[in-house]
């Protein structure tokens, strides 16, 4: 849906925004882009949305050149923009009819009604922009994003500063038209979404993208398990038998902790608990966690400096 050819922008300050990007987005899939602050996720995504003028390379979006087809290119995109702007003493109804009719879309009252029910907005809808909460200014952003019926939908840090049941309830609308074919690229700071969301997973760092995978591949590979065994009675000397599992223990010795390679078949996990076991250390609990994306998040951006 969206094929990108080493794109790169440099700034007017000589700040290299974007360096040679290249990255093709599926149709109808949920990606995420993850980077630190300054990483050049809201740059990228403004060049796609013809927001920003690339410096050099290309971007095709539903084979449209973001340049050459320009308008036939922004029809296909709608966009939440991470700042809210809005036109702030017009209605709801007003402003979401009036975003429709500037792609050239034929009045559907029917279309929008729905559209502002599936975002709780309905009652809203005389209302003026003015008059409304952050979350439900954030609402309106996302209605008009998809006033023209879009297919391709970019959400630059859609949640930020909306209460938890908008969060969710967004969540369920853009599951929705990820299943209607939409395709659905977000940013977000709130990784656990991207963890429950996202289909792929895209990592930026210093105008570079340092990875691409899918995510639960991702988290199948980089992702690390740990075995923490809770003991019966404090291990304030650990037997040297133990050295070789580079354990870490707990201030208070209850609990000793074991990370491993989960996709292993041969993790040692087995081995371990038999060697408390004959050492007569004995335990009262044992639970295993999964590296969250996160945790891969951060030491990926660490790896790369």
């Not at 007017?12 to 996720?41: D, Q, T, Y």
């Not at 939440?80 to 009719?101: C, D, H, K, N």
């Not at 008009?144 to 967004?170: I, N, Q, W």
Request: hydrophobic share 40%.
């Amino acid at each position: 849906m969206i094929a990108i050819e080493h794109l790169s922008k440099t700034y007017a300050s000589g700040h290299p925004a974007l360096k040679s990007i290249n990255l093709n987005i599926r149709r109808g899939e949920i990606f995420a882009l993850l980077g630190p602050n300054g990483a050049g996720k809201t740059t990228l995504i403004s060049i796609i949305c013809g927001l920003v003028n690339p410096g050099a390379g290309r971007v095709l979006v539903d084979g449209y050149d973001i340049v050459q087809d320009y308008r036939a290119a922004r029809t296909c995109i709608g966009l939440v923009p991470q700042e809210l702007y809005s036109e702030s003493f017009e209605t709801v109804w007003a402003t979401i009819r009036f975003s429709r009719g500037l792609f050239g879309k034929a009045p559907d009252d029917a279309y929008l009604e729905k559209l502002l029910r599936d975002l709780s907005l309905w009652d809203k809808k005389d209302a003026r922009i003015l008059d409304l909460s952050g979350g439900m200014k954030r609402r309106v952003m996302i209605a008009k994003a998809l006033s023209h019926e879009p297919s391709v939908l970019f959400l630059d840090e859609p949640t930020a500063g909306v209460d938890v049941e908008l969060r969710r309830d967004m969540w369920d609308m853009v599951r929705a038209l990820r299943d209607r074919g939409v395709t659905v690229i977000l940013t977000t700071h709130y990784i656990e979404e991207a963890e429950e969301m996202a289909d792929r997973i895209g990592v930026i760092r210093q105008g570079e993208i340092i990875l691409v995978e899918e995510k639960d591949r991702l988290m199948r590979q980089l992702g690390k398990k740990q075995l923490m065994v809770q003991l019966q009675h404090p291990l304030l000397e650990p037997p040297p038998e133990l050295q070789v599992y580079a354990l870490e223990y707990s201030t208070d010795g209850q609990t000793l902790t074991y990370t491993f390679d989960g996709h292993q078949e041969h993790n040692g996990m087995a081995e371990l608990l038999r060697q408390l076991v004959e050492l007569g250390i004995d335990f009262k609990d044992v639970q295993t966690r999964q590296s969250s994306l996160e945790e891969i998040f951060v030491n990926l951006v660490k790896a790369h400096p």
